[in-house]
């Protein structure tokens, strides 16, 4: 497959807009380029930039060592052993800059051989799906094209470079990134590629817990979650990685789970560049399911009782499953579960016990209580109300 002419795209061709990128990105390119050496904007920013989105991150690669980066730029750390990676750093914001490298980063055999540098076409070669794996070079706004990425994207076409099989037994996430993206961009994912994905399915279990998590807790931001979670439901991933939570999503609490999801897509889309906080994202998952125990028992339990559901609820899900959600999300998720008893109580109490507004962390709660009310209107007022109390004891 190696030693391909690319396809060259010019700016007659696309219609990526400079006043996207990163201001800080271009200098790093451009400093890179003085230096006579090959540089490129690579991987997701230039997929965004060609589906007129704003990147979230800028990277790039170039022919330069990482020795040779840290010798351009005074603000540049090289960090990494096993990936030897440059990072340039402008206030707080950091632009990353890879060397060309050959190989599969994660092939066992050739993980002796990570640092072995590449050409440009061996680099993308290593990337998952055409439609990242296309080059940039905003000097000459050329497109540099070795993988067929760009009529794949104008087709909407979703597609693993190389055989999905051997790409998706080398990094299983790339299965998940796969539905991610078909969640994320509703683009075609290829028979072959679903195929593999049947295939390798449970090659899933060899993957890094903490780098799936991160894959699936990024997804629960994207504003596509909701779709995220029917393909993971639907290949059969779900099963893999949360049994338990998976068989929620089969039964009668599936369609309020998803509705939840919905809430969190239309929130973290208004939000724009703030997403709802990732405690607030997993009780999105817990609190139907809660809510459904809670809601048939009767007499109603009590707040102790209702604490002790939650914590084991939280306990089984998101800590007994092949990905461990951290500590702190579990807490502030079992608190904000909890604290929906609070502020919409089964009985009508005696005494509203508003001094709860100015407990720690109370904010969280109150945000997921408009979550829920996205899907149950009565509740907006209840929200309303709390929102005041909290702003009164909290000026
Ligand atoms: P996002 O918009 O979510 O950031 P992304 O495609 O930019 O999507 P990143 O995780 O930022 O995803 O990765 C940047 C680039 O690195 C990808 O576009 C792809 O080229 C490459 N890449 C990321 N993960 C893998 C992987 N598991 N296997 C091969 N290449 C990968
Ligand atoms: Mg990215």
Redesign the pocket.
């Known amino acids: 497959m190696l030693g391909v002419e690319p396809k060259i795209y010019t700016s007659d061709d696309h219609h990526i807009r400079h006043d996207l990128i990163d201001k800080s990105a271009l200098h790093v390119l451009k400093g890179l380029q003085e230096a006579g050496h090959t540089a490129y904007l ?4 230039v ?2 930039l060609l589906m007129r989105k704003r ?3 800028f ?1 790039i690669s170039t022919s330069a060592k990482p020795e040779e980066v840290k010798a351009i730029f005074r603000n540049c750390i090289l960090i990494g052993r096993r990936f030897r990676l440059a990072h340039i750093r402008f206030g707080r914001h950091i632009i990353e800059v890879a060397t060309f490298r050959a190989g ?3 092939d066992d055999e050739l993980i002796v051989r990570d640092n072995i540098w590449g050409s440009p076409e061996e680099d ?1 070669l ?4 055409t ?3 296309l080059c940039y070079d905003p000097s000459d706004h050329r497109i540099i094209d070795y993988v067929g990425g760009f009529e794949d994207l104008q087709a909407h076409t979703l597609r693993s ?1 190389g055989d999905p099989i051997l ?1 998706f037994k ?2 299983p ?2 299965m998940i ?1 796969m539905l ?2 078909r969640a ?1 961009f509703g683009f075609h994912m290829q028979e072959e590629d679903l195929e593999a994905l049947n295939n390798c399915r449970e090659e899933i279990l060899k993957s890094s817990p903490a780098r799936l998590l991160e ?1 699936i807790l ?1 997804m629960l931001e ?1 504003g596509a979650a909701e779709p995220f979670f029917r393909l993971m439901l639907a290949h059969g991933l779900l099963d893999l990685l949360f049994p338990k939570l998976s068989a929620y999503f089969r039964d009668s609490h599936a369609e309020e789970i998803f509705a939840m999801l919905n809430g969190v897509d239309s929130m973290n889309k208004q939000q724009g560049y703030k997403t709802l906080d990732r405690s607030i994202l997993a009780a999105a998952l817990l609190f139907p399911i809660l809510d459904m125990r809670v809601q048939e028992q009767n007499p109603p339990p009590n707040m102790g009782e209702i604490m002790d559901l939650s914590h084991t609820l939280v306990h089984e899900l998101l800590y007994e499953a092949y990905s461990h959600f951290p500590r702190r999300i579990r807490q502030d998720c079992q608190f904000i579960l909890q604290m929906q008893y609070r502020l919409t109580p089964l009985e009508k109490q005696r005494r509203f016990r508003t001094k709860i507004v100015r407990q720690k962390g109370f904010r969280l709660p109150l945000i997921f209580l408009k979550l829920r009310a996205l899907n149950h209107h009565a509740l907006f007022k209840t929200y309303e109300h709390w929102k005041q109390l909290s702003k009164q004891a909290n000026p």
């Open positions: 690579v991987g997701g920013g997929r965004d990147p979230k991150d990277d599969d980063p994660s993308v290593r990337r998952d799906f439609i990242n794996g470079i790409r080398q990094d996430v790339r990134r991610k993206f994320r894959e990024r994207s």
